[in-house]
């Protein structure tokens, strides 16, 4: 089983965790698709895992329920899903095909979310020079139901007192959106305050934030523009630059478009 404690330290998205020695010997695995969708049309998916190393690997497989919760992630055991085989041993330059299926109905009016972690288990035997590494891929299973709604996304920015720009959003439809690279502009004149790269999901009836560094902050009040290139196509939306005084999110979301 992967402890809670692992399973923290996974990175949203397709995360790879890598021991940090500088010395080290390892199998190493990669995995297609990255993620995996299933409908009621669709209830099983194939996951290609192939060993681009030069040693044999022994790969564990386990899956969770997944939400978010204040923009952190909660994961559980579930038997919703399963991904067989449950243990794999893949020699070097082979693949092999996990079978990922769905034991429940989907829900009709919500996307499902799922994470699926393929864990390399260690070889007993100790290497003699170095560490061996071990590899921990995580990949999200999103269920969807016949009619898939589209995620609303509200947006809002705060000026903060150490100078800063905390960008909040909020997803309040019934499916989840990724959220790529994320640009805060002047609507006025389009002149970029501050850019960041990122990679992160967010999930239905949930928000996250993010603190965005600016060569200068504008007054509280200043129409701004923020940009988000989504995996359902480029964002954008006006706000209002707020003062952050530790306010709660608004009861009624500013208006966002897509």
């Known amino acids: 089983m992967i402890s809670k404690q692992r399973i923290g330290q996974v990175l949203r998205g397709l995360a790879v965790v890598i021991a940090p020695v500088s010395l080290a010997h390892a199998g190493s695995f990669s995995v297609n698709p990255v993620r995996v969708t299933l409908s009621a049309t669709q209830a099983v998916a194939a996951v290609t895992v192939q060993n681009v190393g030069t040693e044999p690997t022994v790969v564990q497989l386990e899956t969770s329920s997944w939400s978010?919760?204040?923009?952190v992630d909660v994961l559980a055991p579930t038997t919703e899903v399963l991904a067989t085989p449950p243990i794999l041993t893949i020699q070097p330059g082979a693949s092999r095909v996990v079978r990922v299926g769905l034991r429940r109905p989907p829900d009709a009016r919500q996307e499902l979310t799922y994470r699926l972690f393929l864990r390399e288990v260690p070889p007993p035997e100790p290497i003699s020079q170095g560490l061996r590494v071990a590899l921990l891929v995580s990949m999200p299973i999103f269920v969807v139901p016949p009619r898939?709604?589209?995620?609303?996304?509200?947006?809002?920015?705060?000026?903060?007192?150490?100078?800063?720009?905390?960008?909040?959003?909020t997803n309040t439809g019934a499916s989840h959106i990724q959220l790529g690279q994320l640009d805060v502009a002047l609507s006025a004149d389009g002149a970029k305050l501050s850019s960041r790269n990122m990679s992160e999901y967010l999930l239905p009836?949930?928000?996250?934030?993010?603190?965005?560094?600016?060569?200068?902050?504008?007054?509280?009040g200043t129409l701004l523009s923020i940009y988000d290139q989504a995996d359902t196509g480029k964002v954008?939306?006006?706000?209002?630059?707020e003062d952050d005084a530790?306010?709660?999110?608004?009861?009624?979301?500013p208006t966002a478009s897509r």
Not at 68 to 71: E, F, K, P, R, V
Not at 205 to 220: H, I, L, Q, Y
Not at 236 to 241: D, P
């Open 68 to 71: 978010q919760h204040d923009g």
């Open 148 to 169: 898939l709604p589209a995620p609303v996304v509200h947006w809002r920015a705060l000026r903060t007192q150490d100078g800063r720009i905390r960008v909040q959003a």
């Open 246 to 253: 530790g306010a709660s999110k608004p009861t009624t979301p």
């Open 236 to 241: 954008r939306s006006e706000v209002k630059l």
């Open 205 to 220: 009836d949930n928000s996250r934030e993010w603190t965005v560094d600016a060569k200068s902050v504008p007054a509280a």
